[in-house]
């Protein structure tokens, strides 16, 4: 079996750092982007993740950005308690689209 070109260490390493400068650039947007489109600026993080690093890492971006929207951006802010049926249906469709692209 062939050895990755990149080490796993770089590749979910590359996943994290991605996903945190993601988080970084959307703070400042909360306010132009309200709580209606908390997944928008990670679909492509994902994609990024997952063509640089395989499906792991863009499983591990997933994951990560799925825990960040949530508690970041979706009401109540702050906690991963969810009040509203729709967050569980937007939540689901981010983590099987996102699996789907990784």
Not at 19 to 31: D, E, N
């Amino acid at each position: 079996m062939p050895r990755d070109p990149q080490p796993a260490l770089y590749r979910y390493g590359f996943a994290l750092l991605v996903t945190a400068v993601a988080v970084a650039i959307r703070m400042p947007l909360s306010s132009l982007l309200g709580t209606d489109t908390p997944f928008i600026l990670f679909f492509p993080i994902v994609t990024l993740c997952a063509w640089y690093g395989g499906f792991g890492p863009g499983l591990c971006a997933t994951l990560l950005s799925a825990l960040a929207a949530l508690f970041l951006y979706i009401e109540p802010r702050y906690s991963f308690t969810i009040t509203n049926p729709h967050v569980v249906f937007a939540l689901a469709l981010f983590v099987s689209g996102s699996t789907f692209i990784s």
